[in-house]
Structures are given as C-alpha cells and as structure tokens.
C-alpha cells in the first residue's frame, strides 16, 4: 500500500482563504477588524522567526497585527503589566505569548493572566477545563489543525480507535480531549507506556507527538490507518547539512498507512492558519457575531 499524502500546505491555504473570507464580512457588516497582538521575550532566532510569520499572515488575512518586542530581562510584572493592557484593549482580540519565557518568567502564571477569551492558544487553565468538560473553548492551534485535517479525510471520526503518542499540555493532552470529543476510543501512550508498538498497531488514527526523529516506523501502524505526524526535528545528513523529519519514519509508513502527513508540509502549516482562525472565532464570540463554521472544534 502505498498512502494518500495529506498535504497541510494546500489545506492551510483554504483555511486563510475562508480566515479572510469571514473577517472581510465582519469588515463589511459589523465594522470590526479581528487584531492578533503577538508578545515576544528576548531575542531566540527560532521564535522571531515564527513572530514575524505569524505577524505576516495576520497582516495577509485582512486583521490587525500588534507585535510587542520585549528585552530578555524583562521582569514578571513588566510583562504582567503589558498582558493588562492587551486584556482591556478593545482592538485586540488575540493574545498570543511566544513560548519558550526566558527562565526568569513562570510560563503558568503569565500564560493564566490572559483573558481567556483572548487566550487563542488554548493554553489558559480556564479553556484547558472547558476542552475536557466539552465546553466551548480557545483550542490549541497544532491539535486543532490536526483535526481538521482528521474530519477532512474521514467524515465522522465516531468510533475509530485512536492512540495518541505523547502527553504535553500543548499538544498530546488536547489533541486526546478533541479526538474524545469526537468520540473516538482514545490511547495516551508516553515515555513509560509498555508494548507500545503493538499498542500503535490498534490505532485507525495514530498521532505522534513526541519530538523523536522517524521513531514511529511502518511495523507499528495498522495497515490502511491514518497517520498524523505533529514532531519537527532537525537531523544532521550525511552530506553535512540537515534536514526536518518528524516522529515519524515517512519512508516504511507510507507503505503501510492509508493516509500520512509528511514533515515539512503536513500539520506544521496548519497550526498557524488555527491562529488565524482562533483570533477570528474569539473575535466573533466577543461581538456576539455567529462564528463562520468548520474553524473550532
Ligand atoms: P514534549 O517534549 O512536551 O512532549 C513529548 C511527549 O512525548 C512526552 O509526553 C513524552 O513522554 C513523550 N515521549 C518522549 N519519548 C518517548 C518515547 N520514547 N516513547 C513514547 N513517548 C515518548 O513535546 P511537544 O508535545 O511540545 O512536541 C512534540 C513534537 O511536536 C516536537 O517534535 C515538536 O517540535 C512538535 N511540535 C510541532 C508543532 C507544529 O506546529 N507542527 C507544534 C508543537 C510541537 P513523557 O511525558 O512520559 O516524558
């Protein structure tokens, strides 16, 4: 077998085309303009790269765009002081801190002072609570790009059984609550999980989060699954360079899976088109204007 490429790039630019499609009504027939404001600490190369993406196709998509560069040595309430002020700004309905902080900053504590209805990563403990009580709530941009792509391919995802291979709080934790929501019959597998290979070969929907180069091979998927391939790893080649794989060894999966996403070009694009499509959700809830459908959950 040889699997169906499900490409994020092409998927991504569908959904900023209907990102863009909806703010162009809210435009037109509220007079709101969605802003995204984007705070960055210090000066990581990897993270300004992402700011300045992120910032670009804000900008692309008809919103506003707010990029707040701030030292490394900012202090905590420096920062706290600033997320204020993006809480109570009406021309902002997007709040977005670019993690990883310096180590001086607590993550948790400036992360659950935003608004959470700013709060488009989905990382605020209030919409972490609403996701797993099946609430309405911000979802975590990578997972939700995820799923998108999942109902693309499938339809219902109702009964399937799906193993989740990771457990962070950004992507494994919430891709498992959303994949539960759509009542597929959820595995967390982990760093301590036994027999995990044969436990990956019951799974129609495998997602690997993990941050391991190709760890998930073809021996471990069930012919004719779904696989969904989040890591982004850069390996030395032979030749001197690198080059980004994912979790997953792309090569002996395609002969097995019925469907992959391949590193580049799969999820990573999707996840900030979620973005995009987060800060126009949250600005239609706090306009109490009907969200355009198929950008949430
Ligand atoms: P974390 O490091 O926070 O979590 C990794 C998870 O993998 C942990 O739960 C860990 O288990 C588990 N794990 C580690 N080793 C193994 C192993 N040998 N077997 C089984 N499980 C294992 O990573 P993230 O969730 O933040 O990211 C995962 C990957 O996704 C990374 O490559 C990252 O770059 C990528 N990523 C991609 C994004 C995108 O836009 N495409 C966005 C975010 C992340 P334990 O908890 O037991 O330690």
């Known amino acids: 077998m040889t699997a169906k490429i499900l490409d994020g790039k092409a998927f991504a630019a569908r959904v900023r085309e209907q990102v863009a499609a909806g703010v162009a009504r809210l435009k037109a027939d ?21 700011v300045r993406n992120k910032g670009k196709q804000t900008l692309a998509c008809g919103m506003a765009s707010f990029e707040h560069k701030l030292a490394a ?21 997007g709040i977005l801190v670019q993690l990883p902080l310096p180590d001086h900053l607590n993550e948790d504590l400036v992360i659950n002072a935003i608004a959470p209805e700013k709060d488009v990563d989905g990382f605020h403990i209030s919409n972490v609570g609403l996701l797993a009580t099946g609430q309405k709530a911000m979802v975590p941009c990578t997972p939700l790009g995820c799923l998108m792509m999942l109902r693309e391919e499938h339809g219902s995802l109702s009964g399937l059984n799906a193993v989740v291979v990771g457990r962070s709080n950004i992507v494994g934790k919430p891709m498992a609550q959303l994949l539960l929501r759509d009542s597929c019959t959820v595995t967390i597998a982990h760093s301590r999980t036994r027999e995990i290979e044969a436990l990956c070969r019951q799974a129609d ?13 073809g021996d471990w998927i069930k ?7 989040v890591g982004i790893n850069r390996i030395e080649t032979p030749e001197g360079g690198t080059r980004l794989v994912g979790d997953v060894d792309f090569a002996s999966a395609a002969q097995v899976a019925g469907a992959i996403t391949p590193v580049p070009g799969g999820v990573g694009p999707m ?12 600005c239609c809830r706090s306009n109490d204007i009907p969200e355009p459908e198929g950008l949430t959950a």
């Open 73 to 93: 040595e900012t202090s905590e309430a420096e920062l706290l002081a600033l997320i204020d002020r993006l809480n109570a700004d009406p021309a902002v309905h």
């Open 30 to 50: 509220h007079g709101v303009t969605p802003g995204l404001a984007v705070v960055l600490v210090g000066e990581d190369p990897a993270s300004e790269v992402y």
């Open 205 to 217: 929907i495998l997602v690997a989060a993990v941050g391991r180069p190709e760890m998930v091979t």
């Open 271 to 282: 996840t900030i088109a979620c973005l995009l499509a987060n800060t126009l959700t949250a």
């Open 223 to 229: 012919p004719g699954a779904t696989v969904i391939d």
